[in-house]
């Protein structure tokens, strides 16, 4: 089973403030996914593919990343995007990181 | 537009059952593989395994052989999850998604709270 380590596991940023969160997998895998969940909400798509901004998604979300290492990077910090991220990967049996849990300074 | 709509909530004594279903709608059901995810109370997201909505196959992760049970109603573009001899530690939302790169689609999610 492929881990996927995610860090850190909670921080906080201020409005306008540029955020990265990180994904480690413990084995090379093709692609990583991105996902928001608020509260008690259903998961949703924000990248796909690594990098692809899924649809409706704003820009200042962006992903990157290759092999183990993946990112996932919001330009410009809104209230709206205090959340939890998670990140999938479906290369083998699928798993999903721990979450970061991203809050409003 | 698409849509995945599931089940309202339970509450389950152990040792019971339960029928969770995912109604799909604004899209060929039989094109799109659909997955099941749990995630207990304050806790991450855990995959469960998927149904070929085609062919009817499941397969479960290891955690989730055994007790649990995917099937279709495919002629009402519906995937169900029944859970048999309920334990506590089955308390959990239960999502279903859509596999289109990635899981794109989410239901709802139910909330199954096991408590005698």
């Known amino acids: 089973e492929i881990v996927l380590t995610q860090s850190p596991t909670t921080m906080a940023a201020s409005p306008g403030e540029k955020v990265t969160l990180t994904c480690l997998a413990s084995?090379?895998?093709?692609?990583i996914y991105w996902y928001q969940q608020k509260s008690s909400a259903s998961p949703k798509l924000l990248i796909y593919?690594?990098?692809s901004l899924a649809s409706g998604v704003p820009d200042r979300f962006s992903g990157s990343g290759s092999g183990t290492s993946y990112s996932l990077t919001i330009s410009s910090m809104e209230a709206e995007d205090a959340a939890i991220y998670y990140c999938?990967?479906?290369?083998?049996?699928?798993?999903f990181g721990a979450g970061t849990k991203l809050e409003l300074k | 537009q698409i849509q995945l709509v599931q089940s309202g909530p339970e509450l389950k004594k152990p040792g019971e059952s339960v029928k969770i279903s995912c109604k799909a709608s604004?899209?060929?059901?039989?094109?799109?593989?659909m997955h099941w995810v749990k995630q207990a109370p304050g806790k991450g997201l855990k995959w469960m395994g998927w149904?070929?909505?085609?062919?009817?196959?499941?397969t479960y992760a290891d955690d989730f052989k055994g007790r649990f049970v995917f099937s279709l109603e495919a002629s009402a573009s519906t995937a169900n999850l029944q859970i048999s001899n309920l334990k506590n530690e089955d308390t959990a939302t239960y999502f279903c998604?859509?596999?289109?790169?990635?899981?794109?689609?989410w239901g709802q999610g139910v909330m199954v709270t096991v408590s005698s």
């Open positions: 998604a859509r596999s289109v790169r990635g899981f794109d689609y």
């Open positions: 604004g899209y060929t059901f039989t094109d799109y593989a």
């Open positions: 149904i070929n909505t085609y062919t009817g196959k499941p």
């Open positions: 084995s090379s895998v093709n692609y």
């Open positions: 593919y690594t990098s």
């Open positions: 999938l990967q479906l290369t083998s049996t699928p798993t």
